[in-house]
């Protein structure tokens, strides 16, 4: 099992131009979720997604959009990028809340550098 | 709004020393408690997973504590060494919602 896996792992962008950045998993889970983590901040979350055809806004959720269209993959994308989302975004994925442990795991993390 | 802090910021420790690290946690409504390590430039990996009617877990050096009353967890590391070097974050599950709320972390350094 490759487990998480996100594509691409760094990217430059130019102010004003978009992308998408894909995570796949290959553990058949319910939930997915992206992360953005900032030096000193910890982890914090910009959208998630609770089953094929379903996300939700998290907590930094401005500037992103997220769609789910297969049950393994949550996209994470950016129509417009700022400076500001400058960071290392990381995708995860969990069990659900109908097993016993809804453990979290992580991929590898994208590096985006916004000029 | 759930605010988690991790006490110290960073550790320098020489080879052999046992530790703690301190997670705290001001709503105690959680789900669940994991511990995460991530070294330098990589994901996060899990380490340690507690229910929120559990009181420790136990995965071969690591002992993880949850006092969810109180709202503290500590993560305990017997025999340290260089290669336990990394940075270790406390994230909390909250009850209601899917949200994990990390703290910023503790960087450990093991010296040889």
């Known amino acids: 099992n490759a487990g998480v896996t996100q594509t691409p792992k760094f990217r430059v962008l130019k102010t004003g131009q978009s992308m998408t950045l894909l995570c796949a998993q290959d553990m058949n889970h319910e939930y997915m979720y992206w992360y953005r983590q900032d030096p000193g901040m910890g982890l914090r979350l910009i959208h998630y997604?609770?089953?094929?055809?379903?996300?939700a806004k998290g907590e930094v959720p401005d500037g992103y959009n997220v769609s789910r269209l297969k049950k393994q993959n949550f996209l994470l994308g950016l129509e417009s990028a700022a400076p500001s989302q400058t960071s290392v975004y990381f995708c995860?994925?969990?069990?659900?809340?109908?097993?016993?442990?809804?453990?979290?795991?992580f991929g590898p993390g994208t590096r985006l550098t916004v000029l | 709004k759930q605010e988690v802090t991790q006490i110290p910021a960073a550790l320098s420790v020489p080879e052999g020393e046992n530790l703690v690290l301190n997670c705290s946690f001001t709503d105690s409504a959680i789900y669940n408690l994991q511990w995460f390590r991530q070294d330098p430039g990589k994901g996060l990996t899990s380490l340690l997973l507690?229910?929120?009617?559990?009181r420790e877990q136990t995965s071969g050096r690591l002992n993880a504590s949850l006092d969810k009353s109180s709202g503290r967890s500590t993560l305990y590391i017997a025999a340290s060494q260089p290669g336990d070097s990394a940075t270790y974050l406390c994230?909390?599950?909250?009850?209601?919602?899917?949200?994990?709320?990390f703290g910023a972390g503790t960087i450990l350094r093991v010296k040889s």
């Open positions: 995860a994925s969990s069990p659900g809340r109908k097993t016993t442990y809804n453990e979290q795991f």
């Open positions: 507690i229910q929120s009617s559990q």
């Open positions: 994230a909390v599950c909250m009850e209601y919602g899917n949200k994990l709320v």
């Open positions: 997604s609770v089953g094929e055809g379903t996300t």
